[in-house]
């Protein structure tokens, strides 16, 4: 068997520059209306792709009483097909490895990130491309190995509609060797670098998050300590689960939301000028095109349209002891683009730049909270960016900041869930939104970095 031995981080890092030196992409903004293989529909109004495969972009108008903009339009990206994201698993020496990859994606603000050992729409996969096939790719279709995690989530249900992957991660044996451009690195490694900006990619937290994972305090102090201990089923917790999905269903069965196919030249508040289509505030995002050249890839050139959002935005979850186990702070979240209309999400998930122009009572609760939070207070901070195959360089603040206090005390939308409870929920689809999955990942990260992981704990 080959010796595997743990690298320190700055090793993956000379591993992304080398990937980077032998492959090339070129990422080129063009006006929507010269994108090559798409074209809008005259009778829907959508933009799509000409072999009708892989998405499309349409209008979208949106209706919810009570809420606090309680109509709005929007284009959205509909992607019905169901993704993979894997991530193969190996044990050397009873440890676990991960296989991971150096992805470029045109989104990616700067070039290759840490990625899945799969990460393929069925379009691609399928080579509707005509490109090369995609590496590893059997050993998720027909599960070779021990399937650890095998379960269907959501993605950015603001600018998909009704988004889904397959998130698994397969356990094999030690013949599985890397190919070029694929690397094996420690379970405690992967989680050493999601604390560097813009480093591990979407795509690999939200399979991360459902990565079944269990580890005792392992000698650590304070919060690390506290964060393991939390994680142990037996530890507690404020509400019951039967009580947290009993809670979500009474939402998701009251909560009105309406949706209904718009085409993209007649949405309200949003103009087409410049090749591009935007919001008519400044705000939100834009549609644009790119063309891309590539090497390395499936595929050498192609052109796609792609979110850019305007802004950065911030994901933040309040974490609070009760009892002596921590709790996280989630929303009840309410998106157009979810498969169930409500998602947990985390305590705080906003672009804060949107809502300058709109009424005190549609700015989100607790925003200001976490962003006057003293450093003191704050257990995790970083920058990480959003999934570059669809968004352009989309990048959000990812916080934990600890609490002592119950901000919202009997607060309709939010509960506080112990932290073994958010992995029990993530054993299952549609519960936890793609943000509080990395907020999850990131706190798992939290215990483990720096650390030997227990071999029993998979």
């Known amino acids: 068997m080959t010796d595997h031995r743990e690298e320190p981080a700055i090793d993956v890092?000379?591993?992304?520059?080398?990937?980077?030196?032998?492959?090339?992409?070129?990422?080129?903004?063009?006006?929507?209306?010269?994108?090559?293989?798409?074209?809008?529909?005259?009778?829907?109004?959508?933009?799509?792709?000409?072999?009708?495969?892989?998405?499309t972009v349409e209008g979208l108008d949106v209706r919810r009483p009570g809420g606090p903009v309680p109509t709005w339009s929007q284009p959205i990206i509909n992607q019905p097909e169901t993704g993979v994201l894997g991530i193969l698993l190996k044990r050397v020496g009873g440890m676990?490895?991960?296989?991971?990859?150096?992805?470029?994606?045109?989104?990616?603000p700067s070039g290759p990130q840490v990625s899945p050992t799969v990460q393929a729409t069925r379009s691609n996969y399928t080579r509707v491309h005509q490109g090369?096939?995609?590496?590893?790719?059997?050993?998720?279709?027909?599960?070779?190995?021990?399937?650890?995690?095998?379960?269907?989530?959501?993605?950015?249900?603001?600018?998909?509609?009704?988004?889904?992957?397959r998130n698994i991660v397969v356990e094999v044996g030690p013949h599985i060797e890397a190919v070029e451009g694929f690397r094996w690195l420690s379970l405690r490694e992967v989680y050493?670098?999601?604390?560097?900006?813009?480093?591990?990619?979407?795509?690999?937290?939200?399979?991360?998050?459902?990565?079944?994972?269990?580890?005792?305090?392992?000698?650590?102090?304070?919060?690390?300590?506290?964060?393991a201990r939390s994680r142990d089923p037996r530890a507690g917790a404020r509400h019951g689960l039967g009580e947290i999905l009993s809670w979500l269903?009474?939402?998701?069965?009251?909560?009105?939301?309406?949706?209904r196919p718009s085409r993209l030249d007649l949405l309200r508040g949003w103009r087409r000028a410049e090749?591009?289509?935007?919001?008519?505030?400044?705000?939100?995002?834009?549609?644009?095109?790119?063309?891309?050249?590539?090497?390395?890839r499936e595929v050498a050139e192609w052109s796609q349209p792609m979110i850019a959002p305007v802004g950065t935005g911030l994901v933040a979850f309040l974490v609070r002891r009760i009892d002596g186990v921590l709790h996280a702070l989630v929303h009840a979240r309410v998106e157009p683009g979810y498969t169930?209309?409500?998602?947990?999400?985390?305590?705080?998930?906003?672009?804060?730049?949107?809502?300058?122009?709109?009424?005190?009572?549609?700015?989100p609760l607790l925003v200001d909270e976490v962003m006057a939070a003293p450093p003191h207070r704050i257990r995790y901070d970083t920058m990480l960016s959003e999934e570059g195959g669809r968004f352009?360089?989309?990048?959000?603040?990812?916080?934990?900041?600890?609490?002592?206090?119950?901000?919202?005390?009997?607060?309709?939308?939010?509960?506080?869930?112990?932290?073994?409870?958010?992995?029990?929920?993530?054993?299952?689809?549609?519960?936890?939104n793609v943000q509080a999955r990395t907020l999850n990942a990131c706190l798992h990260s939290l215990t483990h970095a720096r650390e030997p992981v227990s071999a029993g704990a998979l």
Not at 134 to 140: D, G, T
Not at 145 to 161: C, I, N, P, T
Not at 249 to 259: F, G, K, L, Y
Not at 344 to 355: D, E, H, I, K
């Open 13 to 55: 890092h000379d591993w992304l520059r080398e990937v980077a030196g032998h492959t090339f992409m070129q990422v080129t903004p063009l006006p929507l209306e010269q994108l090559p293989e798409w074209r809008e529909d005259r009778a829907t109004g959508r933009f799509h792709h000409r072999s009708g495969k892989f998405f």
């Open 132 to 165: 090369l096939p995609v590496p590893y790719l059997e050993h998720f279709l027909d599960r070779r190995g021990r399937v650890l995690a095998d379960v269907r989530q959501s993605e950015q249900g603001a600018w998909f509609y009704r988004k889904r992957n």
């Open 249 to 259: 269903s009474d939402i998701r069965s009251t909560v009105e939301i309406h949706t």
């Open 275 to 296: 090749g591009r289509i935007s919001h008519e505030t400044g705000r939100f995002f834009d549609v644009i095109g790119v063309r891309v050249e590539a090497c390395g």
């Open 192 to 227: 050493e670098l999601l604390a560097v900006p813009d480093l591990v990619n979407m795509d690999a937290r939200t399979v991360l998050a459902c990565l079944p994972v269990q580890a005792g305090a392992g000698g650590r102090e304070g919060f690390a300590a506290d964060l």
């Open 96 to 108: 676990p490895y991960l296989l991971m990859q150096a992805k470029n994606e045109p989104g990616n």
């Open 340 to 363: 169930d209309v409500v998602e947990l999400a985390p305590t705080v998930q906003c672009t804060p730049g949107n809502y300058d122009h709109l009424p005190a009572a549609a700015r």
């Open 392 to 432: 352009y360089r989309a990048r959000n603040r990812y916080v934990v900041v600890e609490t002592d206090e119950d901000p919202l005390p009997g607060h309709p939308s939010f509960h506080w869930v112990a932290l073994h409870q958010l992995d029990e929920l993530l054993r299952h689809s549609y519960y936890l």
